[in-house]
């Protein structure tokens, strides 16, 4: 029901900033809670931020300060305004969709296997 495509990655230095964009469509998008992922090479892939579709944003610890996310639904896109970049934030990097819960709970949101639907990622290269 959703169709996703990110874009904006990219090789930066450390200290430098990126925004990722992911457009979405799909009749359930408004409704949908929403986050980005990230997956190096040979590691698990893990929540980076997350965002409900009343507003609500949820951020995973190596990110808060430094990362935001944030949606403009008239344009049906997804965010991520990353800053202050380091060489640990490299990898590929993905935003997923998934039906909002009843309650909103900070885990499940940064849980991959909350979310159904998937875009094909875009790779972030962060050099010091």
């Known amino acids: 029901q959703v169709q996703l495509v990110e874009s904006g990655g990219g090789s930066v230095q450390a200290g430098g900033s990126l925004r990722l964009s992911c457009a979405a469509s799909?009749?359930?998008?408004?409704?949908?809670?929403m986050g980005w992922f990230r997956q190096a090479p040979g590691k698990e892939r893990e929540g980076v931020a997350a965002?409900?579709?009343?507003?609500?944003?949820t951020y995973a610890d190596p990110v808060k300060g430094r990362f935001s996310i944030s949606k403009d639904n008239a344009k049906n896109t997804l965010y991520l305004q990353m800053n202050s970049l380091k060489p640990e934030d490299t990898a590929m990097y993905y935003c997923?969709?998934?039906?909002?819960?009843?309650?909103?709970?900070?885990?499940?949101?940064?849980?991959?296997?909350?979310?159904?639907?998937w875009g094909q990622g875009t790779q972030v290269t962060v050099s010091s």
């Open positions: 799909g009749s359930t998008y408004s409704r949908s809670c």
């Open positions: 997923a969709a998934a039906g909002c819960p009843y309650f909103y709970i900070p885990t499940t949101m940064l849980t991959p296997q909350t979310y159904n639907y």
């Open positions: 965002i409900a579709s009343g507003g609500r944003t």
